[in-house]
């Protein structure tokens, strides 16, 4: 499996950004599709997450400003950031987690900053 994630960039606070991620396989065939951040410095952490039903959740630094969605046609996941923050800076990091073997997939990551 192959994840290509793209979109990152930077700008300034208020704006929003679309990431998207691409994915080598059916996402459907898996559990669960995920965003990651990972700040500078820090570790990283969930901040977005679609079951295949659909049921979706959110970090509660990003709840309200960002928004998780996929296009299983296509293959392709997507975080809609809005009204970014400095703090929503780093890099980002997109997943496919696959229940029976409980085995995570990642991307390569795209940079997001945001200046003040």
């Known amino acids: 499996v192959q994840l290509q994630a793209s979109g990152g960039g930077t700008v300034q606070a208020g704006a929003s950004l679309t990431l998207s991620c691409t994915s080598s396989a059916n996402i459907l065939a898996f559990n669960s599709v995920a965003w990651y951040h990972q700040p500078p410095g820090e570790q990283r952490y969930r901040v977005a997450r679609?079951?295949?039903?659909?049921?979706?959740t959110y970090a509660n630094s990003v709840r309200g400003r960002f928004t998780i969605s996929r296009d299983f046609t296509r293959n392709i996941m997507y975080l809609q950031m809005r009204t970014l923050e400095p703090e929503d800076s780093g890099v980002y990091y997109c997943s496919l987690y696959r229940a029976r073997d409980s085995t995570t997939f990642w991307g390569q990551g795209t940079q997001v900053t945001v200046s003040s």
């Open positions: 679609m079951q295949n039903e659909g049921y979706t």
